[in-house]
C-alpha cells in the first residue's frame, strides 16, 4: 500500500480522485498580483475561465503551493508509515517541484525512515494525469513501491500532449515557448501546434484554421504511437472552455487515431494550465502501458 499525491496541475475529476483516494494540493492563481486563489479551493475551473473569457486582456499568473501544504500531506503518512509518491507538474512550468522537495526533506527530519518520493512529472493536465493513472493501475495489480517508482520513471519519457491554443499570447507573456516559435508563429492569425515532452514546450507545426490544426494535432499524435507501437499506449484528450468542440474532438481523435479514448484520464484542462495556454486549449495526451515497459 501506498499514497499518491499531487499538485493540482494533473486536472484529475473529483470522481477520479476519490475513487482512487489521490490527494491533491493545490497551486494558486491570482489575477492582480496580490490576492491569490486556491485551485479548486477558492476558484473553480468556470469561474476562472469566464474571468479570462471576459476579460481578454487579463493575465492572470500562477503560484506554487508552500512547503507547509505539502508537508502537512506528508506527515500525515509519514507517521502511519505509509509510502508516499507525489507528482508535480513539469518544473520548466512552476516551481511546484521545489516545494513538494523541501516538505519531504522537513518531513524526513523527523521521521528519517520515510519513504517519500518526489517525482517532476515532466508533464502537465492530462498527460500529468495519465501518468497517475498508471500508478492506480500498478498499485491496484499489486505492484510493489520501489518497482512502482522505477516503472514510473520510465513512463514519464514516453508521455507527451499534443495541443493547439487560441492564442500565443499567454504562453509568450508567460515565458513558456521559444523565441524561435514565437518568430515561427508571428505572422497574423498563425496558431502553433506544441508539444509537451520531457518537460519542455516544443513547436510541432503552424496553421491559421483551427480545424485544420486539430487534424494536424491527430496526425502528429498518430505518427509518434504507431512508431512506438500504438497497441502499448493509453490515450486520452484534454480541453478548455468550449466544451462542445471538446466533446466532439473526442470522437475526431478516436476516428483519426483509430484507438478508444480512457474516458477515465480525459480533462477538462484547469486553472492552472488555462493560465499558462488561455482558455481555449485543446490537445491530446499519451503515455505507455506499464504492462508493455521493456
Known amino acids: 500500500m501506498y499514497k499518491i499525491v499531487s499538485d493540482s496541475a494533473c486536472d484529475l475529476s473529483k470522481e477520479y480522485l476519490e475513487k482512487h483516494d489521490v490527494t491533491i494540493v493545490p497551486l494558486s492563481v491570482s489575477f492582480d498580483g496580490e490576492t491569490y486563489y486556491r485551485d479548486g479551493v477558492d476558484i473553480t475551473r468556470d469561474e476562472c475561465y469566464q474571468k479570462m473569457v471576459d476579460n481578454p486582456k487579463l493575465f492572470p499568473k500562477t503560484s506554487l503551493p508552500s512547503v507547509e501544504s505539502f508537508e502537512a500531506v506528508f506527515r500525515k503518512y509519514a507517521e502511519q508509515n505509509i509510502p508516499v509518491v507525489c507528482f508535480t507538474i513539469s518544473i520548466h512550468l512552476s516551481g511546484s517541484y521545489n516545494s513538494a522537495s523541501m516538505a519531504k526533506d522537513v518531513v524526513e527530519e523527523d521521521y528519517p525512515d520515510a519513504q517519500i518520493v518526489v517525482l517532476d512529472s515532466q508533464q502537465d493536465t492530462v498527460s500529468q494525469a495519465l501518468i497517475i493513472d498508471q500508478v492506480v493501475r500498478m498499485q491496484n495489480d499489486g505492484i510493489p513501491f520501489d518497482t512502482m517508482i522505477e516503472n514510473t520513471k520510465k513512463l514519464m519519457g514516453t508521455a507527451r500532449i499534443f495541443f493547439t491554443v487560441g492564442s500565443l499570447d499567454y504562453l509568450r507573456i508567460g515565458g513558456r515557448i521559444g523565441k524561435m516559435a514565437i518568430s515561427a508563429t508571428g505572422k497574423l492569425g498563425i496558431k502553433p501546434i506544441i508539444i509537451l515532452k520531457d518537460g519542455e514546450v516544443n513547436l510541432g507545426g503552424v496553421g491559421r484554421n483551427r480545424g485544420k490544426l486539430k487534424k494536424n494535432i491527430i496526425q502528429i499524435a498518430d505518427k509518434y504511437l504507431t512508431e512506438n507501437g500504438k497497441d502499448n499506449f493509453v490515450v486520452s484528450i484534454g480541453y478548455g472552455y468550449d466544451a462542445i468542440e471538446g466533446v466532439a474532438f473526442k470522437d475526431e481523435v478516436e476516428a ?18 488555462a493560465v499558462h495556454t488561455g482558455p481555449h486549449a485543446i490537445g491530446i495526451g499519451v503515455i505507455q502501458k506499464y504492462e508493455t515497459l521493456k
Open 256 to 273: 483519426g487515431l483509430g484507438v478508444k479514448l480512457n474516458g477515465d484520464t480525459n480533462v477538462e484542462i484547469g486553472v492552472i494550465t
